[in-house]
């Protein structure tokens, strides 16, 4: 009688431990899943951004590196402050509005994780990324962007504890070479004559995304996403970028007012209202599907499949370029290695049933 009560008990205590271990690797897969939207979201944005970059001011500037750089930072503050308005409509909404953002920014150490994270994938991350996509094109962009993820790896195996098996490090590093051999297919020509000042902004970017997944994973673990990600990844970059505007134009040479001047002029354009709303949504879903990746799925994992957007790429330039938007075209190489590179991601979520237990306790 005994042994048939253990033996039932140990039948059921399986059980358990497997419809549990089931919901985790549901919960974790879930992750993966939004992180891919968010690569899609920022594929779609990267074409839409050089639609705007085609309208007024942009093709009124005088041509210069500095210049160019100075209007893509007032762009990534216009695009930023329209996602800040979609996530605080929604905060409210769903009644974790202004009061709440008060009590976060108060919080203390998951304030201070969070408002690092933001300023890595917020000012520095964003703002390099479509400096670099200006410069070297958004496929070159976002192939390189796919290193990023060896740097959130490696501080969340340090600090956060995250279980990286070494297939998923063999993983990690065939995405990084079919990073370099779709890096190395262009060099850029005449539609690109700072090809190679564009790839070390794409280098910095993907520099602030790694440190963006290891700190915003910290502070996704205590805080409620939606408010975490209003707070901080959107709240707290739109004002440094708007101070940056200012800086950078002083300190460039070309004014401190010509940022602001710039930034009204984009606002206040009437071709730039549907493709910069359009960007602001992009922009508020694709950070707000992050976090909730990094969440459920860790940073090196979610910084993964966030890169798929360097193959999203691809087929949503070649829409863009079947509905007349631009011409688009891509070299055999980067093809390549965008493959290479999916290869590496099959690697790395071969096996759900390793995220069961994604850290260590």
Known sequence: MTQNTNGAVGTGGTQALD??????????????????????????????????????????????????????????????????????????????????????????????????AGCGGGPFGICCQLIAMSMCGVTITTAIAVINPIIAAVLSRIFLKENIKPRVWVGIVIVIAGAIMAVVGPSGGDQYPHFFIGVLFALLGSFGWGMEGFLGTFGSDIVDTYVGCGCFRIGCSTPILFILTILVGGFCGIGFGDGPVIVGEILTDGANVVPLILL??????????????????????????????????????????????????VAPLTVIGIVVSLIGLVLIAANPKELVNMRDN
């Not at 799925?297 to 790429?313: C, D, K, P």
């Open 19 to 116: 419809v549990l271990n089931s919901r985790k690797i549901r919960f974790v897969i879930q992750g993966m899943f939004y992180a891919m939207m968010s690569g899609l979201l920022v594929a779609v944005q990267g074409n839409v951004s050089s639609i705007v970059q085609t309208y007024a001011p942009f093709i009124d500037l005088p041509t210069g590196v500095a210049l160019g750089i100075l209007a893509i930072i007032c762009l990534s503050f216009c695009q930023e402050l329209i996602a800040f308005i979609v996530l605080l409509i929604v905060n409210t909404i769903r009644g974790t509005g202004p009061r709440e953002y008060i009590r976060l920014y108060a919080s203390g150490k998951p304030a201070l994780f969070l408002f690092l």
């Open 280 to 329: 602001g949504i992009c922009e508020a879903m694709a950070a707000y599907t992050t976090y909730l990746a990094f969440d459920k799925a860790g940073a090196a994992r979610t910084l993964v499949f966030v890169n798929t957007y360097a193959i999203w790429s691809i087929p949503v330039g070649f829409i863009f370029a079947a509905l007349g938007i631009f011409p688009y075209s």
